[in-house]
């Protein structure tokens, strides 16, 4: 039995690994296509007990955190840890009911598998523990044919053809030559839809002139002299002028102060002299302070806010509050029903939840007018957010972060390709602007119009490309989440009820 044993978990290991370095780039994403096969071969083997589930589910999370997350541990190795234990019980619930599935009725076990699985990454989407980045959807950033379905389904429809490939190939190799034909189907109707749709997507450049800038200020920001960042900026700003911008993007808590206090009204002015001295639109990161009743947990409300102040008349628009925080990161999680949270610590920021999609006007300098709206860092994970700014037709959509956390570890290429997803999703261009990198500008088509390295001062052009195609998955089915957990349901009734 221990012999068993050990066979049964070299599968779970083999899997963890292959799915972990699918999440690097150089087209590991490839593995993805064969990651889940050992899995299949683990619950092949046995009906397995709880126990034993129980351990699998932590074998593959530890490997496949530690492969594709340990960037986590540069920043909290307790977070790190709890990451391991979430998605182990994540795991465990998830491999018992593959588990049930496949034994009570195997006719539908891969079927179980599937959206069992769908439904653990629409899962992480959810509650205040959302975490949605192993979602294996995004093991295809390398890939731009690949990608282009995403405007059907987003990316839970990328981490289901990526499932479905894996059952076909598995099928093959149990030596049902049949499925050559189905995998040949889904290949040709997969990349030919994304070779169609990327090359039937007309562009249109906008007169509009964006600059980013990458500025490279040390993560320890807040322990800097305010004067030696402002001039940091005032000279990017300079160099931006020259080029007659309309909009200069600066990073996620470019001001590491709550510049809209009237405390510190002298940042405030500052940044608008800088606005008005370079005849520029200005669009930056913050933080902000509100006074907090006597009864709430803290002295005061802490957002992490960005706002653009508009030239000529160098006015400061309504802030925008970053929605979605980082578990633990920068919230414990559900504070309002548990407060004896807030005692614990774990260098987290406690910040607010903001409430609203915000919506900026810029004009340049030829008279027109666009609208963007931005997202904050995490937000970009979130197809909802997203979906949501592409709704309301704005012409672009701005992300701005910070990534210096994580030094120069595949966590910020992680976290900048998610922007090529979205892109596509929405068809919409987005523009990031990282602190330290990696910035970079995406059009709706998946193309990478501009790509920063990590850690470099860069004052770099960010065009604007828009397209009148639109997206099916903003327009109707941008709730396909939920479809799974149906699916899920309906599967498992069939399983329990229906006789092999």
Partial sequence: ??????????????????????????????????????????????????????????????????????????????????????????????????????????????????????????????????????NIGYALVDFNYLLQIADIGGVYLLSFLVLL???????????????????????TVWLGYGYVRSSNIKLTKEDIKVKVMQPCIPVDKFDMDLQDILNIYDKQAYYASLEDVDLHIWPEASMPISMLDPNYANVKEAVRAIAKRYKLNLFLGTIHHEKAPENYYFDQYNYNTAVMVSYPELTFSEPYFKRILVPVGERMPYLDYLPFLRNLEFGQANWEFGKEAKFYHVKTKQGKEFTYSPQICYEIIFPEISNEIAR???????????????????????????????????????????????????????KIETYSKLNDLSNFDAPVFTTSSESIYVKYLYGIKYFFFAGLFIVFLLAKFLKV
């Fill in 392 to 446: 309301h037709d704005v012409d672009f959509i701005v992300n701005i972060t910070n990534d210096a956390w994580f030094g120069n570890t595949v966590g910020t290429f992680q976290h900048a390709m998610m922007t090529r997803v979205r892109a596509i999703e929405t068809r919409k261009p987005i523009i990031r602007c990282a602190n330290n990198g990696h910035s970079m500008v995406v059009s709706p088509n998946g």
């Fill in 165 to 187: 490939a894996n059952v076909i190939i598995y099928q093959i190799m149990q030596g049902k030559k049949q499925f050559i034909y189905v995998m040949l189907i889904l290949v």
């Fill in 1 to 134: 039995m221990a012999n068993k044993n050990i066979s049964y978990y070299t599968y779970i290991i083999f899997a963890a690994i292959a799915l972990g370095i699918s999440r690097y780039s150089y087209s590991l994403g490839i593995f993805a296509f064969i990651g889940f096969i050992p899995l299949f071969r683990f619950f092949e083997q046995a009906k397995h007990k709880t126990l034993t589930l129980l351990k699998a589910g932590a074998i593959f999370s530890i490997i496949n955190t530690l492969i594709s997350y340990h960037w986590v541990g540069v920043v909290t190795i307790p977070g790190l840890i709890g990451m391991i234990i979430l998605f182990g019980l994540y795991y465990w619930a998830s491999f018992g009911m593959i588990n049930y599935i496949w034994n009570k009725n195997p006719k539908l076990k891969l079927w179980g598998f599937i959206m069992t699985w769908m439904a653990l990454e629409s899962f992480t989407f959810l509650t205040e523990f959302r975490f949605p980045w192993l």
